[in-house]
């Protein structure tokens, strides 16, 4: 009995010391997660380096802890372009060290980078990059350095843009999957992959269309910076005639061929440091928790900047997608809010639900009569992203940004031959009338039903083109010539009124504040919806929800996690959707 007592009080002792260990890994943990706020101080004669190796999105998301480990963290533009920008007047920061590689980020994103790079130069402070494999993306951007180094057995991507979509009609024979297709417009073509096998012919004009203007202003851009005739890279880029270090330095794409302590070597010479010194060189992540001089503006007056990213779907949504009743509540919160003398909408989404794009629309046509309301494109905003800023006084886009694909469409699958004939499973039904099971995924729809379902589109499509008229104060003939579905690039855009002015965030921060009559300095900004802190991140995993189970998977499932999502946001389709064809991916 005594053994017996000894055994349970050990066991009871253990369990308690096990607890006391946990709670305070839990405290050290939560401790971890808000230490980022730490400040640090920069020495002097310092190099700031920009190590692009995240994904580049419209605010920084830090890395989430899930039950896989630590998840993916990205870079945020506005975090980004202000740490470039202090950086140019900041006295202890003498340059800045591009190490690029392969870059992710939209076209539209990475322009604005590259400006903020160009204004840095102005101070008169260097710029220089490195490259050991230079991606397209990662050159636009070291384009603008006054040297840029390549290593000798490196390599240079530039041979154009290009973009591939999956194509699933052949997988739906194998399985058994019937999908009924229900659109307008003849460009409306995100639906295809599900009934071709390629683009069909207005798919692949139209992306040869705005792939083209894309690459034809970035081409302009990088010659204009490395003082190349634009005829000259063109025809390098067409014959792919970079193949390694010797080419691109050949035709003047680079203007170094040199290994990284060489690059030390340059800086060493412009911080006009001995060879024996090592430069000091502060990380974007260390640079942005530096101590920053207090330049707030000290008015109570706000610019509202309501961040769109992602999907657009019902409810409340996530981090990574618009939530129609979320994102209404953040404007409708802007327009009452008295101190906010303006609002800008930063949209970078390829559409989704229509209603819930209808549903945050009336709130942007409820604000503009208060106070003005201005839209900033990034790098997409299609579709249902389109239908958010069509509403606004005045819409800002890149030349770079995708925009357009005024259209809709819906799916609605029959699982039936897939349920029966492969899994050996039935189904019968009992209903209170003839078209009770409607919408169903495990019959065929009559033809009477696919009428119905099409009319509704036809709705929605008349009603998104109507509005769409009415916020570009054009005839609705005229916009819907424009619309079908078909994708621009912005400077396409621009040139046919779906746009009003090109330029970049600033630029529509800018206009803003000159409508609301608000001087350079006399205003804060304010970015709305807030984002959960990194605790809350990690806290969410103990819940049962949604996204904590989708950030779990994206952290298991690393680079195959974009072909899930893809199937994800298929099955989650509800109603209408106003969407971009495809899920374009630019490389």
């Known amino acids: 009995m005594r053994q017996f007592l000894k055994y349970v009080l050990?066991?009871?002792?253990?369990?308690?010391?096990?607890?006391?260990?946990?709670?305070?890994?839990?405290?050290?943990?939560?401790?971890?997660?808000?230490?980022?706020?730490d400040e640090v101080t920069v020495a002097s004669n310092s190099v700031l380096e920009l190590k692009l190796d995240k994904p580049i999105t419209e605010r920084k998301q830090e890395a989430e802890f899930t039950p896989f480990g630590a998840g993916n963290a990205s870079i945020g533009l506005v975090n980004l372009k202000e740490a470039i920008g202090r950086a140019k007047t900041d006295d202890d920061i003498r340059g800045i060290l591009l190490?690029?590689?392969?870059?992710?980020?939209?076209?539209?994103?990475?322009?604005?980078?590259?400006d903020a790079l160009i204004d840095f130069k102005k101070s008169g402070k260097f710029v220089v990059a490195y490259h050991e494999t230079g991606s397209e993306k990662g050159y636009y951007l070291s384009s603008v350095a006054d040297e840029v180094y390549l290593h000798p057995q490196g390599l240079l991507e530039f041979n154009g843009l290009s973009s591939e979509v999956f194509f699933y009609k052949r997988l739906f024979d194998k399985l058994g999957v019937e999908p009924f297709i229900f659109r307008v417009g003849s460009f409306k073509s995100a639906v295809e992959p599900y009934m071709r096998e390629n683009f069909s012919d207005s798919a692949r004009y139209q992306t040869v269309s705005f792939l083209n203007s894309i690459n034809n202003h970035t081409v302009q851009q990088i010659a204009a910076a490395r003082k190349l005739p634009v005829a000259r890279l063109k025809a390098v880029q067409d014959s792919m005639l970079v193949h390694n270090a010797e080419d691109a330095k050949r035709y003047g794409l680079v203007t170094k061929l040199g290994y990284y302590d060489e690059v030390l070597d340059y800086m060493r010479g412009k911080l006009k440091l001995d060879k024996e010194k090592k430069p000091s060189i502060v990380s974007l992540s260390t640079y942005s928790k530096a101590e920053k001089d207090d330049e707030e503006a000290t008015s109570s007056n706000r610019i509202a900047v309501i961040y769109a990213e992602g999907d657009i779907v019902s409810g409340k949504g996530g981090e990574e997608s618009i939530g129609g009743t979320k994102f209404a509540e953040a404007i409708r919160k802007a327009r009452l809010d008295k101190k906010v003398k303006a609002i800008v909408l930063r949209i970078n989404s390829p559409g989704g639900s229509a209603l819930a794009s209808d549903v945050m629309y009336r709130e942007v046509l409820l604000a503009k009569k208060e106070k003005p309301v201005i839209a900033s494109m990034s790098d997409v905003a299609a579709s249902g992203g389109y239908y958010l800023a069509m509403g606004c006084d005045a819409i800002v886009a890149h030349p770079n940004t995708i925009t357009g694909s005024i259209?809709?469409?819906?799916?609605?699958?029959?699982?039936?031959?897939?349920?029966?004939?492969?899994?050996?499973?039935?189904?019968?039904?009992?209903?209170?009338?003839?078209?009770?099971?409607?919408?169903?995924?495990?019959?065929?729809?009559?033809?009477f039903e696919q009428q119905q379902l099409q009319r509704e589109v036809e709705r929605t499509y008349a009603d998104f083109t109507s509005k769409a008229a009415l916020g570009r104060k054009m005839p609705v003939e005229r916009l819907r010539r424009l619309a079908s579905g078909r994708v621009w690039s912005g400077t396409e855009a621009k040139e046919r009124g779906l746009v009003d002015v090109l330029g970049d965030f600033d630029d529509a921060v800018a206009m803003a504040a000159k409508r609301a009559k608000l001087d350079k300095g006399d205003y804060r900004l304010q970015s709305l919806p807030r984002r959960k802190s990194a605790f809350e991140s990690f806290m969410s995993f103990f819940g049962d929800s949604?996204?904590?189970?989708?950030?779990?998977?994206?952290?298991?499932?690393?680079?195959?996690?974009?072909?899930?999502?893809?199937?994800?946001?298929?099955?989650?389709?509800?109603?209408?959707?106003?969407?971009?064809?495809?899920?374009l991916q630019i490389q």
């Open 99 to 114: 190490n690029l590689d392969v870059v992710s980020g939209g076209m539209a994103s990475l322009e604005e980078v590259r």
């Open 407 to 447: 259209g809709v469409f819906g799916v609605l699958p029959n699982l039936g031959p897939l349920l029966s004939d492969k899994l050996g499973i039935t189904v019968d039904r009992v209903t209170t009338g003839k078209f009770s099971d409607i919408p169903t995924v495990t019959r065929r729809l009559t033809p």
């Open 10 to 37: 050990a066991t009871i002792v253990g369990l308690i010391l096990f607890s006391v260990v946990g709670l305070f890994l839990f405290v050290a943990m939560v401790a971890a997660l808000g230490s980022s706020a």
């Open 546 to 583: 949604e996204e904590a189970e989708a950030r779990a998977l994206k952290a298991k499932l690393g680079p195959l996690f974009p072909i899930y999502e893809q199937y994800r946001t298929v099955t989650q389709m509800q109603g209408v959707q106003a969407r971009l064809p495809y899920e």
